[in-house]
């Protein structure tokens, strides 16, 4: 459905009888290969120069923690992460500057990877000290926009049956 019928024709009746976009060979938007230096948008160029300023500002990092209790399956958990970054380009793509200019690149994606720790058998002590060190590693560390995923992911299990995902999107 072409952009300009969706906006005059919107209600579901007259959106149904229209051609796919399929069906009447407009272009489709295609993901561009791993690989590929594309150029920033406009936004994208301006949080580059934001990042060039104060590369350590942690402003747009968004950081999430979700408690998980009862049986988990962690193999599935970490394997369905993986599925949805190579699935989608946005959380593999990083910035890399050639002359001065900066532009986006898709990483491979067979290059990531969920991490996992148990701390159940570990003391009190030693449980809060180890999940603060991952809230610092994965949540708390800024980007590198050259040189690593602009996302991150872990896996916690503090006792039986409580895990804590982490995860951050720059």
Same mark, same amino acid.
Not at 3 to 23: G, H, Q, V
């Given at each position: 459905?072409?952009?300009?019928?969706?906006?005059?024709?919107?209600?579901?009746?007259?959106?149904?009888?229209?051609?796919?976009?399929?069906?009447?060979?407009?272009?489709?938007?295609?993901?561009?290969?791993?690989?590929?230096?594309?150029?920033?948008?406009?936004? #994208?160029?301006?949080?580059?120069?934001?990042? #060039? =300023?104060?590369?350590?500002?942690?402003?747009?990092?968004?950081?999430?923690?979700?408690?998980?209790?009862?049986?988990?399956?962690?193999?599935?958990?970490?394997?369905?992460?993986?599925?949805?970054?190579?699935?989608?380009?946005?959380?593999?793509?990083?910035?890399?500057?050639?002359?001065?200019?900066?532009?986006?690149?898709?990483?491979?994606?067979?290059?990531?990877?969920?991490?996992?720790?148990?701390? #159940?058998?570990?003391?009190?002590?030693?449980?809060?000290?180890?999940?603060? #060190? =991952? =809230?610092?590693?994965?949540?708390?560390?800024?980007?590198?926009?050259?040189?690593?995923?602009?996302?991150?992911?872990?896996?916690?299990?503090?006792?039986?049956?409580?895990?804590?995902?982490?995860?951050?999107?720059?």
């Amino acid at each position: 459905i072409s952009f300009k019928d969706f906006f005059t024709r919107c209600t579901p009746k007259a959106l149904s009888i229209l051609p796919t976009t399929m069906e009447t060979g407009e272009a489709v938007i295609r993901t561009a290969p791993a690989g590929v230096d594309i150029p920033l948008s406009f936004e #994208q160029e301006r949080l580059w120069f934001l990042y #060039q =300023l104060s590369p350590d500002d942690l402003a747009y990092s968004i950081p999430i923690i979700y408690r998980l209790e009862g049986a988990l399956d962690v193999a599935l958990v970490l394997q369905s992460i993986t599925y949805l970054v190579d699935r989608h380009a946005a959380l593999r793509t990083n910035v890399f500057v050639r002359d001065g200019v900066p532009y986006q690149r898709i990483l491979p994606t067979s290059d990531f990877s969920v991490g996992f720790t148990d701390l #159940q058998d570990l003391p009190a002590a030693a449980v809060e000290r180890d999940f603060s #060190q =991952l =809230l610092s590693d994965v949540l708390f560390r800024p980007f590198e926009l050259e040189s690593a995923y602009l996302f991150r992911a872990h896996l916690v299990l503090e006792n039986d049956g409580v895990y804590k995902l982490l995860l951050n999107f720059h």
